[in-house]
């Protein structure tokens, strides 16, 4: 076995991809996710499939506290984790408002806090044993600030800039930090139709999870620190920097003040 990768959303969507590649290359497996009934499917499957000891942890990773009570895990196992994959997320496009309060308090502990406390505790760990790889899931929206997707664009930014921080700062102890930045995917979180899903992966516009998965590991053993994979990186971020301000408040009110 090559160690032990933790999975954060690891029970579903591009998580579960990252476990099958991972458990793929003889991996062993942590997953954490607040999904119970899947967690215990994954890891059914995945130990049944590759032959790799596969742990899970139902886990609320928005809850304060929640990289402790995962190192307390890995180490009430006796299992040192070796790689770090922060992924799990949740988006929605609404402007903002008292009705939707929690909703952004839980985006940001869930993508700033709890990542923040993760890289930091299983870092240290690292930086210790002088090896590991942490990886970082941001989002091309970190370079799109926009109406609908105030917290979601600020917190992915948030997560860009730490990760490569936090790269600089592990890199003399032989542990890198890789933040990938992918365009759209072909998942359940951004509620698109399964024509348009057809559409935009037949036109190249959106990577499916599998597509995805194999660039960002390539990149993170490459020890590369930052990646932006799809083909709408190259033209969104700056054509949406050449809209007028005026223009990007008037399709907001139009299509997406909900």
Not at 162 to 189: M, N
Not at 234 to 256: A, E, Q
Request: with cysteine.
């Amino acid at each position: 076995m090559m160690g032990y990768a933790l999975i954060t959303g690891g029970s579903s969507g591009i998580g579960l991809e990252y476990a099958r590649q991972l458990a793929e290359r003889g991996y062993g497996l942590v997953l954490v996710s607040n999904q119970e009934e899947q967690l215990r499917e994954a890891a059914t499957e995945l130990g049944g499939r590759f032959g790799v000891p596969v742990e899970w942890l139902y886990l609320d990773l928005s809850a304060q506290g929640c990289a402790q009570k995962m190192l307390e895990f890995c180490d009430g196992k006796g299992l040192e984790v070796d790689i770090l994959i922060n992924n799990a997320g949740i988006f929605f496009i609404e402007y903002l408002g008292s009705h939707n309060l929690e909703k952004a308090r839980t985006m940001v502990g869930l993508h700033v806090t709890a990542v923040t406390e993760c890289c930091i505790l299983f870092g240290e760990r690292m930086k210790a044993r002088g090896a590991g790889r942490i990886l970082i899931m941001s989002s091309m929206t970190a370079d799109i600030p926009a109406p609908g997707i105030a917290v979601y664009s600020a917190s992915k930014a948030y997560l860009k800039s730490f990760g490569l921080g936090l790269s600089y700062e592990l890199a003399p102890y032989e542990v890198t930090v890789t933040t990938i930045l992918p365009a759209a995917v072909d998942t359940g979180l951004y509620n698109l139709s399964p024509r348009m899903r057809k559409t935009g992966r037949r036109l190249g516009l959106v990577l499916s999870p599998e597509k995805l998965v194999r660039k960002a590991l390539r990149a993170m053993f490459h020890g590369r620190r930052i990646r932006r994979p799809g083909a709408l990186n190259l033209t969104i971020p700056f054509l949406v920097r050449l809209l007028p301000s005026r223009l990007i408040d008037r399709l907001g009110m139009k299509y997406l003040c909900i």
